[in-house]
């Protein structure tokens, strides 16, 4: 069975675990191209066996569909560690048949500097301005998830439907939509709701 570690420090783990024998593919995107590499690297016998460390910040569908088979019935030996700061960036089946370490170091949402409660439509337009203009998607989750910090902090109550927004948005964001694309429905709601 393979790991699985939720970590933003995937070579402190690595250091921690000093695994003999080690193969590390660390990728910003892992692609079909590199799953086909491991693939290879897998099947690659070594007397004493063999640890490979899948490190990525994003997860190709397809790779995943195509590491599955392996990653299901490694090769003798071959021990997978994969590394990723978000679960959900794996297949529910690579999740199901690995074991999972969470080693994230919870951080504080910070909330945005927006007063809700008098939102109106040129603070809208200014905060979006100041925005990054191609922040990382981490960096683009992160001020989603500071603006519903920011909606609770001024206690203002969403009902399931408009909550579902943001998994809107959080799926937009995953899908490579522009951060200012993604906030503007939610943030334009909020003026609306008033």
Do not use: C, W
């Not at 939102?119 to 100041?130: M, P, W």
């Amino acid at each position: 069975m393979g790991t699985i570690y939720l970590t933003q420090d995937a070579h402190k783990i690595l250091e921690q675990l000093n695994l003999p024998n080690l193969r590390i593919f660390e990728l910003d995107e892992l692609k079909i191209t590199s799953a086909r590499d491991i693939i290879h690297e897998a099947y690659i016998s070594e007397e004493m066996g063999k640890n490979i460390a899948i490190i990525a910040k994003i997860f190709n569908i397809e790779a995943q569909n195509a590491l599955l088979k392996v990653l299901e019935e490694p090769p003798s030996g071959v021990d997978f560690l994969i590394f990723t700061q978000n679960k959900n960036a794996l297949l529910p089946t690579i999740r199901s048949r690995m074991l999972l370490i969470n080693d994230l170091q919870n951080s504080e949402i910070p909330t945005l500097n927006l007063d809700l409660a008098h939102l109106t439509l040129e603070q809208i337009y200014h905060f979006l301005k100041s925005l990054d203009s191609s922040p990382s998607r981490t960096q683009a989750r992160e001020i989603i998830q500071s603006l519903l910090k920011t909606i609770q902090a001024s206690n203002i109550k969403l009902p399931q439907k408009e909550l579902d927004f943001f998994n809107k948005a959080i799926q937009a964001n995953a899908h490579y939509e522009r951060i200012h694309i993604v906030l503007l429905p939610i943030l334009l709601h909020l003026v609306e709701r008033k």
